[in-house]
T-cell receptor
Framework: DAGVIQSPRHEVTEMGQEVTLRCKPI?????LFWYRQTMMRGLELLIY????????DSGMPEDRFSAKMPNASFSTLKIQPSEPRDSAVYFC??????????FGPGTRLTVL | RKEVEQDPGPFNVPEGATVAFNCTYS??????FFWYRQDCRKEPKLLMS???SGNEDGRFTAQLNRASQYISLLIRDSKLSDSATYLC?????????????FGQGTTLQVKP
């Protein structure tokens, strides 16, 4: 039974470049969450979707960040342009009604 | 004030010791409570849910005090493999889509 799948697992890029992170939720789950984790700020919710519709994006730090969920099995988080302070681990999680969230392995992003 | 507060530790204990972690939450309307475990450079994973009557899973016991808005996790007979960060998690009362609020985590190091 596949869990949440994220790609890439590691990304190193230069400041100013566009970064796209990808997530495939667990089949049948109807809610999807994007988190960012840093040592300083811990685990922060960026945005979440319910039935492919963005419900709350109040955690998205600024306009450089955008997220989409074109269908039930795929979501992207894009940073354009990237900055060194965006360096963090980005987690995707999914859930079905009545259950708690299951996390993917994360994407470790380094912006030089 | 943070919505979910934990002592970050680290807690350094010998094998076989009993250790307890505490957590407080600010929103009295929160309905669901969890402990997640996160190993170094891994994703958070659900350890156990926390029920009003208290619940036990092997060496782990979780308790909830709604009046004091306080959650605890007790680990008995600690093992080296228990070394990890333990995240106190509370569901957002304003959402029915499973939005979770994570504490900063408490780090446990079990020594031989």
């Amino acid at each position: 039974d596949a869990g949440v799948i994220q790609s890439p697992r590691h990304e190193v890029t230069e400041m100013g470049q566009e970064v796209t992170l990808r997530c495939k939720p667990i089949s049948g789950h109807n809610s999807l969450f994007w988190y960012r984790q840093t040592m300083m700020r811990g685990l922060e919710l960026l945005i979440y979707f319910n039935n492919n519709v963005p419900i709350d994006d109040s955690g998205m730090p600024e306009d450089r960040f955008s997220a989409k969920m074109p269908n039930a099995s795929f979501s992207t988080l894009k940073i354009q342009p990237s900055e060194p302070r965006d360096s963090a681990v980005y987690f995707c999680a999914s859930r079905s009604p009545g259950q708690t969230q299951y996390f993917g392995p994360g994407t470790r992003l380094t912006v030089l | 004030r943070k919505e979910v507060e934990q002592d970050p530790g680290p807690f350094n204990v010998p094998e076989g010791a009993t250790v307890a972690f505490n957590c407080t939450y600010s929103n009295s309307a929160s309905q669901s409570f969890f402990w997640y475990r996160q190993d170094c450079r891994k994703e958070p994973k659900l350890l156990m849910s926390v029920y009003s009557s208290g619940n036990e899973d092997g060496r782990f016991t979780a308790q909830l005090n709604r009046a004091s808005q306080y959650i605890s996790l007790l680990i008995r007979d600690s093992k080296l493999s228990d070394s990890a960060t333990y995240l106190c998690v509370v569901s957002s009362p304003s959402s029915n889509t499973g939005k979770l609020i994570f504490g900063q985590g408490t780090t446990l190091q079990v020594k031989p």
